[in-house]
Structures are given as C-alpha cells and as structure tokens.
C-alpha cells in the first residue's frame, strides 16, 4: 500500500494496520493509503477488515500540523477523514 500502511489477508479477512512510527496521524497520506487499502480490499473480494494501530495506538487523530496551516489541505484532510468514517 504504502509507507504507513500495511495490508495483509489471513482466511478471508483483511488487516489493515496504520503505523506512521508515532500516533498514527491521520494525515492526508495516511488517509490516502487507507482508502488504498479498503479498495483492495474491496476489489479481492473480502469477507470482512479489519483496521488496527500498531504500537499500541490505533490512531491520535488528524495531524494537527495540516490542521494549523489551514487551507485547502486541511479542508481535504477534514472531508477525507469523514468519507472514511462513511
């Protein structure tokens, strides 16, 4: 997928585990290989996913540093993290 996400199939059921190296910030990259992965997903035909942290933190949320700078990606990230959740 990418350099923070990690994708892997075990008996019909897909792991999908973010690790950024720190709290998983759910950044506009972070985001995008997470929607990389759920379509892979989606395309392999998956019983069921299951998305999880590493380092004992599933995710600390949007980067607060897109967030601070504003604009335009920030307004993506906002809207990104929301069709994530859909």
């Given at each position: 997928?990418?350099?923070?996400?990690?994708?892997?199939v075990e008996?019909?059921?897909a792991?999908?585990?973010m690790d950024d190296g720190k709290v998983n910030a759910l950044s506009p990259d972070?985001?995008?290989?997470?929607?990389?992965a759920l379509?892979?997903?989606?395309?392999?035909?998956?019983g069921a996913v299951v998305v999880a942290g590493k380092?004992?933190?599933?995710?600390?949320?949007?980067?607060?540093?897109?967030?601070r700078a504003?604009?335009?990606?920030?307004i993506g990230m906002f809207a990104g993290g929301f069709e994530?959740?859909?």
């Open positions: 997928m990418g350099d923070r996400v990690y994708y892997g008996a019909s059921v792991t999908i585990r972070m985001q995008q290989e997470l929607n990389e379509d892979h997903a989606e395309l392999e035909g998956i380092n004992r933190v599933f995710s600390g949320g949007f980067d607060l540093g897109v967030l504003g604009g335009e990606p920030a994530l959740a859909a």
